[in-house]
């Protein structure tokens, strides 16, 4: 368990490399309610068992959450991580999350993998596009996929400075470029 205190501001951003199709969403809903059967339900559970995406809303898979934290919470930035220069501020929230796609909670869980609904106060910006669509309940993520990060304004210079810094290392030593990482 981290919370967001915890974690360096360098490091408080969630990444996905794909979004969920509307087919996908509803494949996703009902392995959820034949996992949860004999599980308890509450309100995160029916709110998403019910849900139907709205024009502003997209379904995003997110990899390894950077901590835990309650939702929902508000972002303004989305950026492309392998080139972080590339990026939009733009008011959103995460409204829903949804641990390994199929247990709804509410809240993200450090570490873990979460089907997370993104509310836009505009339309959803066209840089989503960048992700993978999943169409089914498997991914079908290309290798080298695009990455797109959520984060906020507050912790974004400090990303950006770190990210550049790690597409150095790859760029100088390839795939053990994180032992050459400095932590600081």
Excluded at 132 to 156: A, I, R, V
Aim: with cysteine; net charge negative; glycine share 4%.
């Amino acid at each position: 368990m981290q919370t967001e205190e915890q974690c360096k501001p360098s490091e408080r951003y969630l990444f996905a490399e794909e979004y969920f199709s509307d087919k996908s969403i509803s494949i996703w809903q009902k392995e959820c309610v034949k996992r949860c059967k004999k599980k308890p339900k509450g309100i995160a559970y029916e709110k998403y068992i019910n849900w139907v995406r709205q024009n502003k809303e997209i379904a995003v898979f997110t990899l390894y959450a950077y901590a835990d934290f309650s939702i929902p919470k508000k972002f303004d930035i989305i950026f492309q991580t392998d080139n972080p220069d590339n990026f939009i501020k733009t008011e959103y929230k995460l409204t829903q999350s949804i641990h390994e796609a199929w247990f709804p909670l509410d809240f993200v869980d450090h570490g873990h993998k979460h089907l997370c609904v993104f509310q836009f106060d505009e339309d959803v910006p066209e840089m989503l596009n960048l992700l993978h669509k999943d169409q089914g309940q498997f991914s079908t993520s290309p290798k080298g996929q695009t990455k797109l990060g959520f984060c906020n304004t507050s912790d974004f210079d400090e990303i950006k400075t770190r990210l550049k810094k790690n597409i150095e290392l790859r760029k100088q030593f390839g795939d053990k470029w994180w032992e050459h990482e400095i932590d600081e």
